[in-house]
Every structure is written in structure tokens, then in C-alpha cells.
């Protein structure tokens, strides 16, 4: 390791160990898989880098429907504008659940997901992970999305009543009168940010 940082130092080319060493996770991905991660990226979900390489990215969600619900997040806004960003539970080779914050960047943005670059940080430090179920993860997602009881409860096949009855848990459990304050409770990101649709 130390010939190859020196090697780096003396040519000049930077890219290789920056990559490798940044503070930050970083993963580069094609259609969903993961082609190439980082030391740190490993590290965060508690793998060693060749476990990933070539890996559909869903290994790394609390649950196969939790990657099926948010797999397009954030596709309309990279397609626009190339940028995108959001704080999500993510999930460890152990299956701890934690949060993180996702960021990025496609190479070709006609078609977002087919190549693109992404950074990782865990939130482990300043928000902690708190328990929720399937449900109440699918709920928070969805409201975050801005969708009302109603259509809430017509996306998951429940009433609305049943949908109003979680809500009201929710923030019962974050110690918040609305909808406002339960998103700050998840990070005071916005509702646009936070996606937590995700299993037991």
C-alpha cells in the first residue's frame, strides 16, 4: 500500500488512491450493480470489497421490497439536473439497520441508472436508528412523498382509517404534534429527502 501511495505521489495520478482512501463511500454503479466500491464504502456495511463487486445493489437494503419501492428515487432529478440526494435506512452484512445519506452523480443522464457514481455516509453519529416496522417505514415514505391518508391507504390496500391510526403512533413515538415535525425527527431534511421505505 505505501509503494503505491508513493507511486501516486511521485506520477502525479492522484485518481487511483483517492478513490480508494476518500473518508467517504463511494460506489460506482451499472444498472443497479455494483461494479466498484471503495475501502470506506466496505467498511460501512461491514464487507470486504470483493463481496460487492458485481452485486445487484439490493443486498444492501433492509428488505427486497424496500429496493423495489425507492430503486427509481431520485431518477427525474438526475435526468434533469444530474444531482440528487436523500437520507435513507440502509442495512449491514449484520443486518443493523442504519441511516445514511446518499448523493449522485450519473454518467449518462439519459438514462440515470445505467452508469453512474454515488457517496455514502453513515448518520450512525447523529441519528440514531429508531425501530419501526415495515409499515411504519412504508407510511413515513409515502407521506414524505406528500400523498394524503387516502391515497396512502389506496397504494397499500388498507383503509385510511388504518393509515390515519399509524400516522398518529408515529408521532406518537417521535414526540411530535405533525407531520413536520415527525420529518425533522427523522433528520429536519425536508420530506424530499428522506426515504424510508423499508421491511422488519
Known amino acids: 500500500m505505501e509503494l503505491r501511495i508513493?507511486?501516486?505521489?511521485?506520477?502525479?495520478?492522484?485518481?487511483?488512491?483517492?478513490?480508494?482512501?476518500?473518508?467517504?463511500?463511494?460506489?460506482?454503479?451499472?444498472?443497479r450493480v455494483i461494479r466498484e466500491c471503495n475501502q470506506a464504502f466496505a467498511e460501512m456495511f461491514g464487507y470486504e470489497r470483493d463481496e460487492l463487486r458485481n452485486q445487484v445493489f439490493a443486498m444492501l437494503y433492509p428488505s427486497d421490497e424496500e429496493f423495489v419501492n425507492i430503486r427509481d428515487r431520485g431518477v427525474r432529478q438526475l435526468r434533469e439536473n444530474n444531482t440528487y440526494w436523500d437520507e435513507r435506512i440502509m442495512a449491514q452484512k449484520s443486518g443493523t439497520l442504519f441511516w445514511c445519506r446518499v448523493r449522485g452523480h450519473s454518467f449518462t443522464p439519459e438514462d440515470p441508472l445505467m452508469r453512474a457514481v454515488w457517496s455514502f455516509a453513515d448518520l450512525s453519529a447523529t441519528r440514531p436508528y429508531v425501530p419501526l416496522s415495515r409499515r411504519e417505514r412504508e407510511i413515513i415514505s409515502y407521506l414524505s412523498d406528500g400523498l394524503t391518508s387516502k391515497e396512502i391507504a389506496r397504494r397499500l390496500d388498507i383503509s385510511h382509517r388504518t393509515v390515519e391510526v399509524y400516522r398518529a403512533k408515529l408521532l406518537k413515538k417521535f414526540g411530535v404534534n405533525n407531520t413536520g415535525g415527525l420529518f425533522h425527527s427523522l433528520g429536519g431534511i425536508g420530506s424530499d429527502h428522506v426515504v424510508s421505505r423499508s421491511g422488519d
Request: proline share 4%; net charge negative; aromatic share 16%.
Open 6 to 31: 508513493d507511486e501516486a505521489f511521485a506520477s502525479g495520478d492522484f485518481a487511483g488512491i483517492a478513490f480508494d482512501f476518500a473518508p467517504v463511500g463511494l460506489v460506482i454503479t451499472e444498472n
